[in-house]
């Protein structure tokens, strides 16, 4: 999806997605447009509608993290009001993404191409990049930067 993006933005949300999802979730599923927290290649969690947000809790991780991106559904709420969305289509999912990112004031370090600096700058965001402090799996920047740069995106 990710119409109306650079391509060193459209490579920041495929990294992003590699990040939370991994290249093998992405490939078994609508590109991660459908997948549930908790998913894993040999056990996908995915949802069927985009009519919405699915906000189905996983008790497991205590989360209702879901899509490309892995929006929790309390945010879903608030983006969707802001942008005025009416579902959770791939194109909402990278419109709210895209809104993550311009708040995080990161659009210039990626346009850029200081993609370590806007990891940094969006890392409370998305709990898998190095710095979010979640407890959870951190990519490191490498890995980060590789997937990127596979995605088409130019650095510094």
């Not at 929006?71 to 009416?86: E, G, I, P, R």
């Not at 990161?106 to 890392?123: N, T, Y």
Request: hydrophobic share 40%; proline share 4%.
């Amino acid at each position: 999806m990710k119409h109306d993006c650079s391509p060193n933005l459209g490579a920041f949300l495929d990294m992003i997605a590699v990040s939370e999802i991994g290249d093998l979730l992405l490939m078994r599923s609508a590109n991660g447009y459908n997948v549930l927290v908790g998913a894993t290649p040999t056990h996908p969690l995915l949802f069927t509608s985009y009519a919405t947000h699915p906000n189905i809790l996983n008790k497991a991780t205590n989360s209702t993290a879901a899509g490309r991106y892995q929006l929790l559904h309390k945010y879903y709420d608030a983006y969707s009001k802001q942008l005025d969305l009416t579902d959770f289509t791939p194109a909402s999912q990278d419109a709210i993404a895209i809104q993550q990112i311009r708040e995080c004031h990161a659009i210039p370090l990626i346009e850029a191409g200081k993609i370590a600096e806007a990891i940094a700058a969006c890392a409370h965001i998305w709990a898998s990049l190095p710095g979010a402090g979640y407890g959870q799996h951190e990519n490191r920047i490498a890995v980060l930067e590789t997937a990127y740069q596979n995605a088409g995106g130019k650095l510094a």
